[in-house]
């Protein structure tokens, strides 16, 4: 039978895509990690108090990155190339949503308005990586080597979500709130795309390591499009409502301790 879980089982199972599927990963965790920290650098003046919450943001990427480096690590595995086609932090940059990376670079102290753009495209983001680690997490909380990562990163990605949820509050208590709604529905429609085409890429990429059938690789691209087609109509409204969350200040101390995997 065709689920999340026996998919998701057969790359695990299997070195070469286990390999793949954990440094596309650790690669969108640490460009994350680069660009928080760049973020937490140039935060304005008007809101330093945000710089250590944006710092921690930043080092629970980074350590999320060097989780998947260590499962791979423990299965004698070296990381391998990311195909373009698959690196969904890239995709997002080029396509202009979040920070440009040629503004993170220059040592200019950033807008509110820059600051508004990146928390509307973090909740968007959060809210795609909280979910998917809930779906591992569902399925390999028991596992004996992914367990204990999979419930780790879970938990921070939900701090992630909540953290944003929070923010974008209070900055549209302050008169952001037009511009919050604007952002997050262009982040929301052109993440969905940008997921579509990355899931699409991903899972052709899987298919030719495993041997996927011709069958099977349809009726996935297939399921791939029909959740496009309702996040496209309906689902995409999920990533631009706001409440505030029942964590509060999720952010508000350091990076909690990696699991060890010896």
């Known amino acids: 039978m065709l689920s999340a879980k026996s998919l998701f ?3 695990v199972d299997n070195d070469e895509s286990f390999a793949l599927f954990c440094s ?6 640490s460009q994350g990690g680069w660009e928080n920290a760049r973020i937490a650098a140039l935060v304005p003046e008007t809101e ?5 919450k944006i710092t921690r943001h930043g080092a629970d990427e980074d350590k999320h990155g060097r989780i998947f480096n260590a499962l791979m690590k423990k299965r004698g595995l070296d990381p391998v190339p990311v195909p373009p086609e698959t690196d969904y932090t890239m995709l997002l940059e080029r396509g202009g949503i979040g920070l440009a990376h040629d503004k993170l670079t220059r ?6 308005q820059d600051i508004v753009t990146y928390l509307a495209h973090s909740r968007v983001t959060e809210q795609r990586a909280s ?3 809930q779906l591992l997490r569902k399925h390999f909380a028991d596992h004996p080597d992914l367990g204990r990562a999979v419930q ?3 938990n921070d990605e939900d701090n992630h979500l909540a ?8 900055f549209a208590r302050a008169g952001h709130g037009r511009t919050i709604q604007r952002t997050l529905r262009e982040c929301a429609l052109a993440e969905i795309r940008i997921y579509r085409d990355v899931s699409l890429a991903v899972m052709a990429h899987m298919g ?18 029909a959740v496009y087609l309702f996040e496209r109509l309906a689902g995409w409204r999920r990533m631009v409502s706001l409440r505030m969350p029942a964590r509060r200040n999720p952010l508000g101390g350091p990076a909690g301790p990696e699991p060890e995997f010896a």
């Not at 040592?107 to 509110?112: H, I, Q, R």
């Open 9 to 11: 089982q057969e790359i």
């Open 163 to 170: 953290y944003c949820h929070e923010e974008l509050l209070r």
């Open 131 to 133: 979910e998917q680690m």
């Open 48 to 52: 330093r108090e945000m710089a250590p």
């Open 208 to 225: 030719r390591i495993l041997g996927w059938s011709r069958p099977k690789a349809a009726l996935l691209a297939l399921g791939i499009r």
């Open 107 to 112: 040592d200019e102290p950033l807008t509110v």
């Open 24 to 29: 596309i990963a650790a690669s969108g965790e």
């Open 152 to 154: 780790m990163i879970s």
